[in-house]
C-alpha cells in the first residue's frame, strides 16, 4: 500500500526483512533468509537522502547475510555481510547503536578469518572490537556480547600467533561479559566464550583451575541452550572436548564416558551437510578409540573407526583437516588388525595412511607422525605377508621422517 517514493517505504521493508530474519534465527527456513535479503536490498535500495534509518537498514541486512553464512557456509554471503557492515558503521554517524554495528562487523571478520587465515582480519576484528568497547555504555544491555566478540578475536589470533598475552586478555573480558548484569539475551554466547578462552589456556600452562572454570562454564551454556538451537550442537561437542581434555590429564573414566555422551549429541543434532558435521564426527572417534584404549573394549574401536570413515567422507578433499582424519582411521584400522588378525583392516589402513601422506605439505609438522604411522603399517603388513617392497616402503618412510 505504500507508494515506491514514499518517504517511509524504505523503514517498511525494512521491518518486513527484519521479521522474516528473526523468524529464519528461530526456524532455520531457507525461504525467509531469502526473503530477508531480498527485501532488505530493496530497502536499501529505497532509502532516501538523510533517513535516519539508514544504519538501522543497513545492519539488518549484513546480519541477514552473516546469519546465512553460519547456517549454509556460502562465502559470498560472508563478504556481502562485511562489505553491507563497513558501509553500516559509515552510515551510522552520532547513532547510538555505533557500538552495536562496530561489534557485528567484528563477527564478520572474525568468520572469514576462520575461512581464509587471512591474518589482516584477525586484527581488524580486535581494533573494530576495541572501538566497540569504548563506545559502548557500562550499562549497555549489549556489552556483554560486544566484549564476547571481542574476547573471542583476542584468543582467536592467540591460537595462532600464540602470545599469552592476547590469551589473558580474552579471559580478563570474557569475564568482564559474564559479570555484566543486563539481562542480555545472549549470556549464554558469552558463557560458552569464555569456556573455550579457558581451555586455550589450560592447554597452554596446564592449569587444571582453568580447565575446571571451562567445563563449569561449558555446563552452564548447554544447560540453557534449548534442544533445537542452532549453536547447540557445537556447545554439546566443546564441553565434550574438555571432558576428554581432563580425562587425558586424570585418567578419570567418567570424565570420558560424559565426553563420549556428549560429542555423540553434537553429532545427532547436527545435519550431514553442515560444515562442522565431520569435525564432531572425528572427535567422537577420538573419544572413542582413547575408551578402548583404556578398556580394551572392541566394540569402542569399531565405533571409533565407524565415526572416523564419516569425518573422512564428509571432509572435502581440499580441507586442511583431511589428511589428520586420514591418519586418525588409518590408525585405527592399524589398531584393529592387531587384535582380530583381519587382512582387510591392514590393507585399510595402508591406504588411508598413504592418503595422508599425499594430502600432508612436505613442510608441515604433523607429516612426521602420518609416516611414521604408514611405515609401522606397512611392516605390520609384510610381517603377515611377507612381500618384501613393504618393507622398503617402510624403511623409505621412516627415512622421510627422519629427515623432516
Known amino acids: 500500500m505504500t507508494p515506491h517514493r514514499h518517504p517511509h517505504r524504505a523503514t517498511r521493508l525494512h521491518n518486513l526483512a527484519e521479521a522474516h530474519r528473526a523468524r529464519y534465527a528461530l526456524t532455520g527456513q531457507g525461504d525467509d533468509a531469502d526473503q530477508a535479503i531480498g527485501i532488505g536490498q530493496q530497502a536499501v535500495a529505497a532509502i532516501h537522502d538523510g533517513d535516519a534509518n539508514t544504519a538501522l537498514i543497513l545492519n539488518t541486512l549484513s546480519a541477514t547475510h552473516l546469519l546465512r553464512f553460519r547456517r549454509v557456509g556460502h562465502p559470498n554471503d560472508l563478504d556481502r555481510a562485511i562489505q553491507v557492515g563497513e558501509q553500516t558503521v559509515v552510515a551510522t554517524g552520532a547513532d547510538l547503536n555505533i557500538a552495536v554495528y562496530l561489534s557485528n562487523l567484528v563477527a564478520g571478520y572474525l568468520l572469514r578469518f576462520e575461512e581464509t587465515g587471512h591474518i589482516t582480519d584477525l586484527d581488524r576484528a580486535i581494533g573494530t572490537g576495541e572501538r566497540a568497547r569504548a563506545a559502548t555504555p557500562a550499562h ?125 549429541r553434537a553429532v545427532a543434532a547436527t545435519p550431514h551437510g553442515h560444515r562442522q558435521f565431520a569435525t564432531f564426527l572425528s572427535n567422537l572417534g577420538i573419544a572413542y578409540h582413547a575408551r578402548f584404549e583404556r578398556l580394551g573394549d572392541v566394540a569402542d574401536l569399531d565405533r571409533a573407526v565407524a565415526s572416523y570413515e564419516q569425518a573422512v567422507s564428509a571432509t572435502p578433499a581440499d580441507h586442511p583437516e583431511l589428511a589428520r582424519r586420514l591418519s586418525n582411521v588409518g590408525a585405527a584400522y592399524h589398531v584393529r588388525f592387531q587384535r582380530n588378525g583381519n587382512l582387510l583392516d591392514v590393507h585399510r589402513a595402508v591406504e588411508s595412511l598413504e592418503r595422508a601422506v599425499a594430502a600432508t605439505p612436505a613442510d608441515h609438522p604433523f607429516r612426521v607422525t602420518i609416516l611414521s604411522n604408514l611405515a609401522a603399517a606397512l611392516r605390520t603388513r609384510f610381517e603377515r605377508l611377507g612381500d618384501v617392497a613393504d618393507l622398503d616402503r617402510a624403511v623409505a618412510c621412516d627415512e622421510q621422517a627422519v629427515a623432516l
Open 140 to 264: 549497555s544491555p549489549h556489552r556483554p556480547t560486544i566484549l564476547t566478540n571481542l574476547g573471542t578475536a583476542y584468543w582467536t589470533r592467540f591460537t595462532r600467533a600464540g602470545h599469552p598475552a592476547d590469551l589473558d586478555r580474552a579471559i580478563e573480558i570474557g569475564g568482564q561479559a559474564v559479570t555484566a548484569d543486563t539481562g542480555d539475551p545472549n549470556r549464554v554466547t558469552v558463557l560458552s566464550n569464555l569456556a573455550v578462552a579457558y581451555h586455550h589456556r589450560f592447554e597452554r600452562t596446564g592449569s587444571l583451575a582453568d580447565l575446571d572454570r571451562a567445563i563449569e562454564h561449558h555446563e552452564h551454556a548447554v544447560a540453557a541452550t534449548p534442544d533445537d538451537a542452532p549453536d547447540g550442537a557445537t556447545r554439546l561437542s566443546n564441553l565434550g572436548m574438555a571432558y576428554q581434555a581432563r580425562f587425558e590429564r586424570l585418567a578419570d573414566v567418567a570424565d570420558l564416558v560424559r565426553a563420549i555422551d556428549h560429542l555423540g
